[in-house]
């Protein structure tokens, strides 16, 4: 293991530009970094949200590769660029293969290769899906607080879904400072469902937990949803079930049919990126011809240009920002190296020489 310097000092004149070395980031690595540091992510996440909306980040429009053999089967690339004390440029690469469940292996797997900004060079292949899982937790979490404010605390938490990104928000929920006294699960595989009941009460939580095989008891239960399917097309349509008013943490993005988010009001994390690919909030664009029922963005409301009223439903629908895997890297990357826990890979790039 060799002693690097943090991106965050790899500033440099052109005259002093030198090839930075290659390391590989395995997920064991990122789960130590991460694990039992969840207030700390949410902030970083908070802080990416800031510098996007002051226009201090690049976040293209996510690139979907598609396959006409494999109608459920996607990789996404999420091409990003932070800019400030943040500086960080990168690419996230994740697939999404709903088959391997059946498999007994997860659904998605990722890698986060990290830029030097100084000279363009790759310096960091880093295992994501556990990064990508974490921001996304963070990010819910943060919202989970932001938008229940002027609201009494949520007691009664719901889960439609229990996959991997379903237990990683469980934990930063609770590791941020929530409890509950009601954890409230469905999901259309009751191993699924059982697994994560196994793994709620593994980790201790004080509150009764109750499988529901119908959701619309589960919704009508909740003072918090938390979205997290695979679910391709909306599969909720009615209203009512949210007339108790919950918070809603949208996550997978298509659940929720245009007559739910027509009720609610609307928080998105970007909606040039949130209003496409078939998401719930862009079917609703293409019924209503506009984009009148989305209220702002969560750093609106954390920045308090846009207020939730606390006697609506309100609905946070995250498309997922590539700025958000790059700043939850970045901080791994820095932290392996200003311990010296890097692994080099030697001798990497060849052809350093420029007339050979």
């Given at each position: 293991?060799?002693a690097?310097?943090?991106?965050?000092?790899r500033?440099?004149?052109?005259?002093?530009?030198?090839?930075?070395?290659?390391?590989?980031?395995?997920?064991?690595?990122?789960?130590?970094?991460?694990?039992?540091?969840?207030p700390?992510?949410?902030?970083?996440?908070?802080?990416?949200?800031?510098l996007?909306?002051?226009?201090r980040?690049?976040?293209?429009?996510?690139?979907?590769?598609r396959?006409?053999?494999?109608?459920?089967?996607?990789?996404i690339?999420l091409?990003?660029?932070?800019?400030?004390?943040?500086?960080?440029?990168?690419?996230?690469?994740?697939?999404?293969f709903?088959?391997?469940?059946?498999?007994?292996i997860?659904?998605?797997?990722?890698?986060?290769?990290?830029?030097?900004?100084?000279?363009?060079?790759p310096?960091?292949?880093?295992?994501?899906s556990?990064?990508?899982?974490?921001?996304t937790?963070?990010?819910a979490?943060?919202?989970?607080?932001?938008?229940?404010?002027?609201?009494?605390?949520?007691?009664?938490?719901?889960?439609?879904?229990?996959?991997l990104i379903?237990?990683?928000i469980?934990?930063?929920?609770?590791?941020?400072?929530?409890?509950?006294?009601?954890?409230?699960?469905?999901?259309?595989?009751h191993?699924?469902a059982?697994?994560?009941?196994?793994?709620?009460?593994?980790s201790?939580?004080?509150?009764?937990?109750?499988?529901?095989?119908d959701?619309?008891?589960?919704?009508?239960?909740?003072?918090?949803?938390?979205?997290?399917?695979?679910?391709?097309?909306?599969?909720?349509?009615?209203?009512?079930?949210?007339?108790?008013?919950?918070?809603?943490?949208?996550?997978?993005?298509?659940?929720?049919?245009?007559?739910?988010?027509?009720?609610?009001?609307n928080?998105v994390?970007?909606?040039?990126?949130c209003?496409?690919?078939?998401?719930?909030?862009?079917?609703?664009?293409?019924?209503?011809?506009?984009?009148?029922?989305?209220h702002?963005?969560l750093?609106?409301?954390?920045?308090?240009?846009?207020?939730?009223?606390?006697?609506?439903?309100?609905?946070?629908?995250?498309?997922?920002?590539g700025?958000?895997?790059?700043?939850?890297?970045?901080?791994?990357?820095d932290?392996?190296?200003?311990?010296?826990?890097?692994?080099?890979?030697?001798?990497?790039f060849?052809?350093?020489?420029?007339?050979?």
């Amino acid at each position: 293991m060799n002693a690097v310097q943090p991106l965050s000092d790899r500033t440099r004149p052109v005259e002093a530009l030198t090839v930075p070395p290659f390391a590989v980031v395995p997920g064991r690595q990122v789960k130590q970094v991460l694990d039992g540091r969840e207030p700390t992510v949410r902030d970083i996440v908070e802080s990416a949200y800031h510098l996007h909306s002051a226009g201090r980040t690049v976040n293209p429009a996510s690139t979907f590769l598609r396959f006409p053999d494999r109608s459920t089967a996607r990789i996404i690339a999420l091409p990003a660029s932070l800019a400030g004390d943040s500086r960080v440029d990168g690419l996230k690469w994740i697939s999404s293969f709903p088959e391997n469940v059946r498999s007994g292996i997860p659904r998605a797997s990722a890698v986060l290769i990290l830029n030097d900004p100084a000279t363009g060079y790759p310096v960091a292949c880093m295992e994501s899906s556990v990064i990508s899982a974490a921001r996304t937790a963070a990010s819910a979490a943060a919202a989970a607080d932001w938008l229940s404010r002027g609201r009494p605390r949520a007691g009664r938490v719901g889960f439609i879904g229990t996959g991997l990104i379903a237990r990683y928000i469980h934990t930063y929920l609770r590791r941020t400072g929530w409890s509950f006294t009601d954890i409230g699960i469905h999901d259309r595989s009751h191993e699924s469902a059982a697994g994560f009941r196994l793994y709620l009460e593994q980790s201790g939580v004080d509150g009764d937990i109750t499988v529901h095989t119908d959701p619309e008891q589960l919704v009508r239960n909740s003072d918090l949803l938390v979205f997290a399917t695979v679910a391709a097309t909306p599969h909720i349509n009615a209203p009512s079930w949210f007339d108790h008013h919950p918070v809603v943490l949208h996550v997978s993005l298509r659940d929720l049919a245009p007559t739910v988010l027509l009720s609610a009001t609307n928080i998105v994390d970007d909606p040039d990126h949130c209003l496409r690919a078939q998401t719930s909030p862009h079917l609703t664009e293409r019924l209503t011809g506009n984009r009148d029922f989305v209220h702002g963005t969560l750093a609106d409301v954390m920045a308090g240009r846009v207020s939730v009223p606390p006697d609506a439903t309100v609905v946070f629908s995250p498309f997922g920002l590539g700025v958000l895997d790059l700043a939850v890297g970045k901080y791994v990357y820095d932290r392996l190296a200003e311990s010296g826990e890097l692994a080099i890979v030697e001798d990497f790039f060849d052809e350093l020489g420029r007339y050979g």
